[in-house]
């Protein structure tokens, strides 16, 4: 945890009151994380992140910072799991009905391109809907697999994703975060304080993270 630079919280300037049993020190004006703490939050959302597996449920994960959402996508996609990695769209999650049926109509789209059905439109419609297919893309690709409300919500940096977090506790969907020291982790279920700032530290987090879901998904 500390080769990954987890334990470099932000400036002191910045604390937010929720995260002051989180702080080890400081070393000049950025904080220092206690990284026991912090790997004891990893292991409470490690049993319930398994536990969810276990039941079938999936978790949604959302990184949608330059240094989250590359991270995001490929372990979401290597695991099968949902994710928002560009921009979360107002109501994905409570006005998920909508959502979905502009997912479904990715898909259909989908399949009519491939079976080449599209050829019977003209060029003008062909070109229209080939741009609709691009932006359902862009912004519903990563949740295509998600047929249902997630079992939970995984965030890095709690303070970027303020909406995805409302709509999630509006829902009562418990939420993981990885959250610096600059977040508000008291609304957080289970709340993992370290760097969400570097890609190593966010790397670690989801993978450890996701090596316990793979291992609760029934065989």
Same mark, same amino acid.
């Given at each position: 945890?500390?080769?990954?630079?987890?334990?470099?919280?932000?400036?002191?300037?910045?604390?937010?009151?929720?995260?002051?049993?989180?702080?080890?020190?400081?070393?000049?004006?950025?904080?220092?994380?206690?990284?026991?703490?912090?790997?004891?939050?990893?292991?409470?959302?490690?049993?319930?992140?398994?536990?969810?597996?276990?039941?079938?449920?999936?978790?949604? %994960?959302?990184?949608?910072?330059?240094?989250?959402?590359?991270?995001?996508?490929?372990?979401?996609?290597?695991?099968?799991?949902?994710?928002?990695? %560009?921009?979360?769209?107002?109501?994905? %999650?409570?006005?998920?009905?909508?959502?979905?049926?502009?997912?479904?109509?990715?898909?259909?789209?989908?399949?009519?391109?491939?079976?080449?059905?599209?050829?019977?439109?003209?060029?003008?419609?062909?070109?229209?809907?080939?741009?609709?297919?691009?932006?359902?893309?862009?912004?519903?690709?990563?949740?295509?697999?998600?047929?249902?409300?997630?079992?939970?919500?995984?965030?890095?940096?709690?303070?970027?994703?303020?909406?995805? %977090?409302?709509?999630?506790?509006?829902?009562?969907?418990?939420?993981?975060?990885?959250?610096?020291?600059?977040?508000?982790?008291?609304?957080?279920?289970?709340p993992i304080v370290g760097n969400d700032k570097t890609t190593a530290s966010i790397s670690l987090v989801v993978q450890s993270l996701l090596n316990s879901y793979k291992e609760g998904v029934p065989v």
């Amino acid at each position: 945890m500390a080769s990954a630079g987890m334990h470099f919280g932000s400036l002191r300037s910045r604390r937010h009151p929720s995260v002051g049993s989180y702080i080890f020190g400081s070393k000049g004006r950025v904080e220092i994380v206690d990284l026991e703490k912090s790997l004891a939050d990893i292991n409470k959302a490690k049993v319930f992140i398994k536990g969810l597996a276990s039941l079938g449920q999936q978790v949604l %994960l959302v990184g949608n910072k330059n240094e989250a959402k590359g991270i995001i996508r490929e372990m979401a996609e290597s695991h099968n799991l949902p994710y928002v990695a %560009l921009r979360w769209i107002g109501g994905t %999650l409570t006005n998920f009905d909508h959502i979905r049926k502009r997912v479904d109509r990715l898909l259909e789209l989908r399949k009519q391109g491939t079976r080449g059905d599209l050829m019977k439109y003209t060029k003008r419609e062909r070109a229209k809907i080939t741009q609709e297919v691009k932006d359902l893309e862009r912004y519903f690709t990563g949740i295509v697999n998600m047929s249902r409300l997630p079992g939970a919500l995984f965030v890095v940096d709690p303070k970027k994703e303020k909406t995805s %977090l409302a709509e999630a506790k509006a829902l009562g969907i418990p939420v993981i975060a990885l959250a610096n020291t600059d977040c508000d982790v008291s609304k957080i279920d289970y709340p993992i304080v370290g760097n969400d700032k570097t890609t190593a530290s966010i790397s670690l987090v989801v993978q450890s993270l996701l090596n316990s879901y793979k291992e609760g998904v029934p065989v």
